[in-house]
């Protein structure tokens, strides 16, 4: 029986909250409006895909009109592609981890909501040619996450037909309906970017506070 356990990206595998907190603010400044956003205000709003990003941060300030919502995340995805690779990195633990369960067979998936070109750049930059089976990232026309569309299309591509030892990991809510609704062993990492409190919320198979809890818990499962 195939196992395969498919990633988010952004605070579950890699910690790009610094990029992305920087690039939207400076997207902000340059079309004058308040960048000053923190760490933990940033956090709020991600997600949901760039759109929704932009939207919130907007909305924060009372700006709800939506050619100036397109107008910021259109400036934001061209600094973000730019300057994607600056602060980010990966969480302490996760590349042993995943060579560790690559080593036991596992087949592993990126899925992500930042654009598709964002996550392919992230992904080939930090990450060894090979590690991951398939990468899929937010196309423009395609429901994006918590939608099961997109883990259709995975476990379709993969010819997985039985999902019983298949796990979807991610750290915020989108997440843990994204892996219910497809109804996958669905793991919260509250080491992200969500608290373990809301997490919890949606009655996921595990929550998780480590890295090196969420790799003992998928290979002592199997």
């Known amino acids: 029986m ?5 990633f988010d990206l952004d605070g579950t595998l890699v910690d790009t909250l610094p990029d992305i907190c920087l690039s939207m603010n400076k997207a902000l400044n340059i079309l004058g409006y308040n960048g000053s956003y923190s760490l933990e ?3 709020t709003f991600i997600g949901s895909g760039e759109y929704i990003l932009t939207k919130r941060a907007l909305e924060k300030q009372g700006i709800f009109e939506e050619a100036k919502i ?3 995340q259109k400036m934001y995805n061209s600094i973000y592609t730019a ?3 600056n602060l980010t990195k990966p969480f302490e633990g996760i590349i042993d981890g995943l060579e560790t369960l690559k080593e036991n067979g ?3 998936v990126v899925f992500s909501n930042k654009p598709h070109t964002e996550t392919l750049k992230v992904v080939n930059y930090y990450f060894r040619e090979g590690l991951f089976d398939y990468v899929r990232g937010g196309v423009e026309g395609f429901p994006i996450k918590p939608s099961k569309e997109g883990i259709d299309l995975i476990l379709n591509q993969l010819s997985i037909k039985d999902t ?3 796990y979807y990991v991610g750290d915020s809510d989108v997440d843990m309906k994204t892996g219910i609704n497809a109804s996958l062993k669905t793991i919260g990492t509250s080491y992200g970017y969500c608290k373990r409190i809301v997490l919890e919320s949606f009655n996921p198979y595990k929550v998780v506070d480590t890295v090196n809890e969420l790799f003992e818990l998928i290979l002592n499962n199997n």
């Open 164 to 166: 019983t030892n298949t």
């Open 83 to 85: 300057n994607c690779k």
């Open 41 to 43: 205000e940033m956090k």
């Open 70 to 72: 397109k107008e910021v």
């Open 106 to 108: 596992f087949k592993l």
């Open 2 to 6: 195939q196992k395969l356990v498919i």
